[in-house]
């Protein structure tokens, strides 16, 4: 199946289409794990996904009013789809799966506004810059001079990739948007590649670009072009994905058969997909009409696609640690007319310290959540139909919706975070866990204030929950309050494992 200037790699077929040994854990094949092994011998993979402007903080938890001023928990599996909050409502089917974690503060970015307003350490206190840079380094920014801050060290996505990525795979993949600076940084001031198109990720995943470092004879005629080599990798690799799957078929057993035709038609599904939404100038044609034109057009169906490419990137295993950045969303997607700004006359006014707040922009901010809602739990859609030793892809994950602000209008507390998954048992999920103000905050404009834990304390879960039991803090170690004493950023967070 190789033809000359392309790489095309067995092993590597096999195992992104799902046929490798041991990465759907088919019984019948002999490749799953007892189920007392299963945690200890499959990898914890992770998903940070990212949305912009904040939340509607009572419209979006799920605890017991008038309870705020002590860390408790709540039971959420029992709960009614009524019952659960309106921006949450769309993951009720993924109930017994999620531990919403409600009252935590971005404890570095208050700390840095101190630096930045009090001390004149910097001169960019912009709170979208700030939540940016620091969402997922929990370190101070890269300030520069006539210029916006940015990330000023490694974040974590990176860290955890450099830890449990598998030599000859990627350590991680940074995917989707940008809300106006890069989330993800390899070092300070040094943002992280970032794919932006769907079509783009998918053939790299698929090995379909020519490999560059094969010698050309002089004597060969003129090289094919880029498009004609894509035509012909994506042919031949459809074409023995499909011979492979119909021969490994006859040796399942008929549940195993069903799971492996369920993950064929998720490749299948997203080949289709992607092909569909090729632009029509410029392009070759595979047999069925697929235009495989290697630039990718159109504004709808992004945010799927990239929810299926992650979903089959780690059932396969070509990554561990995944980013997924959420599109803006445009004003049709939730129900707002043209000419509305999402940024000054929505998410400013959503909640009552807004400078002009008003219902109509709450309600409005509510509908912009539920929205990602329905998009992240149609990311745990996918994983979970991956079936993994007994249980899914999703079981064996942890999956953390992180928003940008903690509400529209720029609050760094409280900071809202739904886990989703559990990673093998590490979180105690099925529960919504809510934490009180404990710490002096490090800064404030007015009178003096009390924050709940540091986000970075989560993050440290998520180290443990992939097996990185040596980690004790992300980014700061400990910030200093208003009055100079220090808040410390160290260890998990207590009440959240199982």
């Given at each position: ?86 921006i949450l409502r769309p993951l009720h089917r993924h109930r017994d799966r999620l531990l919403v974690v409600d009252g935590l503060s971005r404890t570095s970015v208050i700390g840095e506004e101190q630096r930045v307003f009090r001390d004149n ?378």
């Amino acid at each position: 199946m190789k033809k000359k200037g392309m790489k095309i790699d067995r092993r590597r077929f096999l195992t992104a289409m799902g046929l490798g040994a041991g990465s759907l854990y088919l019984p019948s094949m002999g490749w799953r794990p007892s189920k007392a092994k299963a945690s200890g011998d499959l990898p914890v993979r992770v998903v940070f996904f990212i949305t912009p402007h904040g939340t509607v903080p009572p419209n979006w938890n799920l605890g017991f009013p008038g309870m705020e001023g002590a860390d408790y928990e709540r039971d959420i599996t029992g709960l009614s789809e009524a019952e659960f909050s309106p921006i949450l409502r769309p993951l009720h089917r993924h109930r017994d799966r999620l531990l919403v974690v409600d009252g935590l503060s971005r404890t570095s970015v208050i700390g840095e506004e101190q630096r930045v307003f009090r001390d004149n350490i910097g001169h960019d206190g912009n709170g979208h810059h700030l939540m940016q840079a620091h969402l997922l380094t929990c370190n101070w920014t890269l300030q520069r001079s006539g210029s916006t801050c940015i990330g000023g060290s490694r974040s974590i996505d990176q860290v955890l990739g450099d830890r449990v990525g598998v030599p000859g795979r990627w350590a991680n993949r940074v995917y989707g948007y940008r809300h106006q600076h890069p989330y993800s940084w390899l070092a300070s001031g040094e943002p992280a590649a970032r794919e932006e198109d769907p079509s783009q990720a998918f053939r790299d995943m698929m090995g379909l670009l020519p490999d560059e470092s094969e010698p050309t004879e002089p004597t060969e005629p003129a090289p094919p072009t880029r498009e004609e080599l894509i035509d012909a990798a994506r042919t031949s690799v459809l074409d023995f994905a499909a011979q492979e799957f119909d021969r490994v078929a006859p040796r399942l057993g008929s549940e195993d058969r069903m799971k492996l035709e369920r993950h064929r038609q998720l490749i299948r599904d997203l080949e289709v997909s992607l092909a569909a939404r090729m632009s029509g100038g410029g392009g070759t044609t595979v047999p069925g009409g697929a235009t495989c034109d290697p630039t990718f057009a159109g504004s709808g169906g992004g945010m799927e696609q990239f929810a299926q490419l992650t979903t089959l990137a780690l059932s396969c295993d070509l990554t561990r640690v995944t980013t997924f950045v959420a599109r803006p969303l445009e004003n049709t997607e939730f129900g707002v007319p043209a000419g509305v700004n999402m940024h000054q006359d929505i998410a400013h006014n959503s909640t009552p310290d807004g400078a002009s707040y008003t219902p109509e922009a709450e309600a409005h901010m509510t509908e912009y959540n539920r929205v990602y809602a329905e998009q992240f739990a149609y990311l745990l859609d996918q994983m979970a139909s991956v079936p993994e030793a007994g249980e899914t892809l999703l079981d064996h994950s942890v999956v953390v919706w992180l928003t940008e602000l903690g509400t529209g209008t720029h609050h760094t507390y409280p900071i809202p975070n739904v886990i989703a998954g559990g990673g093998c048992g590490y979180f105690n999920t099925g529960r919504y866990v809510h934490f009180t103000e404990s710490a002096l905050t490090p800064f404030s404009w007015g009178g003096p204030f009390r924050i709940g834990p540091p986000q970075a304390r989560l993050y440290v879960d998520i180290f443990h929950a992939l097996g990185q039991t040596d980690v004790d803090y992300v980014g700061l170690p400990e910030v200093m309050d208003q009055d100079g004493n220090p808040i410390s950023m160290r260890g998990p967070l207590p009440m959240l494992r199982a």
